[in-house]
């Protein structure tokens, strides 16, 4: 732990991320508390620019922008953390099987990888949405679907490298199941890339979402999400640019910090490097 702290301490990027984060999530879980309802309708006072009572101004609707933003940052962090977690569970499973496996388990496994690869990502994450059908919960599915096979060839390559290892020989020659030396002695030992590359992917994650979102493939109005507020938004652009630029900025920050992150845990997995700095 101390190792850890000094090593932040060392990497300003790493806690400059680290620090959005915590900025982030104590906004989101905090600050609905001290605003109003984000779908409260006040034409009254539409389009009103940032001041005092609107601190970010407010929308066509006179929905109070800064409530939307918060709300909407519950949803969009929620969103990124657990797209990667089932992706990072499916693509893991599947790249630890064939890594071990080998043969033609491995042959199968890889190839279907290798297709879903070949289609980038947002393309594949946009024809799948558009085939579930426009809604929050299709759209997380079909980001998951994407990013699974990410996680796949981390974890096979993992898997190839780890498995050859001489504790995991030993350990097959105490008759340790095939199941206890993978999770115990594989995974463990793989886990440093697969959480860099699953730091990374919830930026990614939260981009895609809400570029589906924006495209009306995710939430649907009027909830309060940031890639569908941007979208309602984007024609108010040039009269009332705060519209856009709040939920746009919000976005920014969150992909910016967890990237700051996932480069901060790439450089303390990698020891040479994690020296250097520390």
Sequence with gaps: MKDLIHFLRRNTLATVGAGLL???????IVGPMFVQSPTAID??????????GHWLGTDGFGRDMLSRIIHGGRYTLAIGILVVGIAFAVGV???LIAGVAGGIVDTIIMRIVDAMLSFP???LAIALA???GPSLENAMIAVAITMAPQFARVARSQALSVSSRLYVDAAQALGLGQGRILIHYILVNAIGPL???????VGSAILQTA?????GLGAQPPMAEWGADVSANLSLARSSPWTALGPGFAILLAV???NLIGDALADWFNPRRRSQIG
């Design 43 to 52: 034409i009254g006072n539409k389009l009103l620019p940032p001041g005092p």
């Design 93 to 95: 499973f599947f790249g």
């Design 195 to 201: 959480l860099v590359q699953a730091s990374l992917n």
């Design 211 to 215: 570029s589906l979102g924006f495209l």
């Design 22 to 28: 915590a900025v982030l999530l104590v906004a989101v």
């Design 256 to 258: 910016l910090s967890f």
């Design 121 to 123: 990502a947002l393309v």
């Design 130 to 132: 558009a085939a579930f």
